[in-house]
């Protein structure tokens, strides 16, 4: 992945990689990059912060609509917590706009604080859902207490995946 990108005139730095692994015979499913304004290792502060950020998955594999959405939802219900019914409307929209995914895709979820957070496959625009607490749920998806796999977390925060 680059270790540089734009989001609306603010130039981000790549924080770190990691590698979607599934099911128990860790299968890779795509290499997410995390790029922050400003780097950092605490994955809670970055999910809050309002500073524009950008996680672009890049997939190795095919994901059916269904799978995508599935894993998607698991992991925002456990970022959301408590707060997922406010959120649910929002993430109903989100749903209906994830595709299946192919080999060689990207996949971005871009938050622009006071605008919200862009989701696009490829060059095409998906959905932009407003709220900062959507984007915090989003990006809790893969910082939060229960990531995808564990070492996927470690390096987008920066660590060595894996």
Known sequence: MADRASVGGRELV??????REATVLNIDVYVAGLYLEQRSTDGEQIAGSEQAKQMRLTFVRDVTRADMVDSIEKGFRSGAGAGYEKLASRFEQLKRAIPALKSGDTFFATYRPGSGLEVRHGQKHLVTLAGADFA???FLIWLGKKPPNQGLKTGLLGG???
Do not use: E, F, H, S
């Open 136 to 138: 915090r749920a989003m």
């Open 160 to 162: 060595r995946c894996g």
């Open 14 to 19: 790549l924080n770190g990689m990691g590698v």
